[in-house]
């Protein structure tokens, strides 16, 4: 299933990996429909990708198609942040992959006494989505920067549980 992706990775004039995401799947800016997003996650429930930064294997749960389409976060995007997140979607295993700059918290919420029993991580990451002209021709590329959430959690494994603070970077 995962063939169908049309998704890249190249480096920024900083060295940075960005993951390329060709094909804009998820349409317009107004009402995303998060439930197709949900279902285009399950795909990779299993699925486990390592962070060449940091060596960590990250496992896709049960629980992330859930958490990433309908999160706190992903209720109040609005507009292009929505529509990027929403086609984020297609570079899963690119973006993971690629993480960066690790930070670890302590787990401070009893709702995740079990799944994130031993703390959470923040990766960066960053990936592109084409921007189309009037024709339908590739006029630029936003650039988005990203905050991937690892939950560390009782059984020792980390999972992807969300993509937050979507930023697009200023050119």
Known sequence: MLEE???????????????????????????????????????????????????????????????????????????????????????IPELVICATNKEYSPNLKKKHNHDAKNGWYKY??????????????IERYNVYHVAMIIRHASDGKKYLYDIINIKKRSE
């Not at 960066?124 to 021709?137: C, L, T």
């Open 124 to 137: 960066e990451s960053f990936f592109a989505m084409p921007v189309f002209d009037i024709e339908g021709d």
């Open 5 to 91: 992706r049309n998704v890249s990775v190249v480096k920024d004039a900083d060295g940075n990996n960005i993951v390329v995401i060709n094909d804009v799947i998820f349409k317009g800016r107004q009402g995303i429909n998060w439930k197709d997003v949900e279902e285009y996650l399950k795909r990779y429930v299993g699925d486990f990708y390592t962070i060449a930064d940091s060596k960590d294997i990250v496992y896709i749960g049960t629980d992330l198609p859930d958490e990433y389409a309908h999160s706190e976060y992903t209720n109040v995007l609005k507009g292009g942040n929505a529509k990027a997140k929403a086609n984020a979607a297609q570079g």
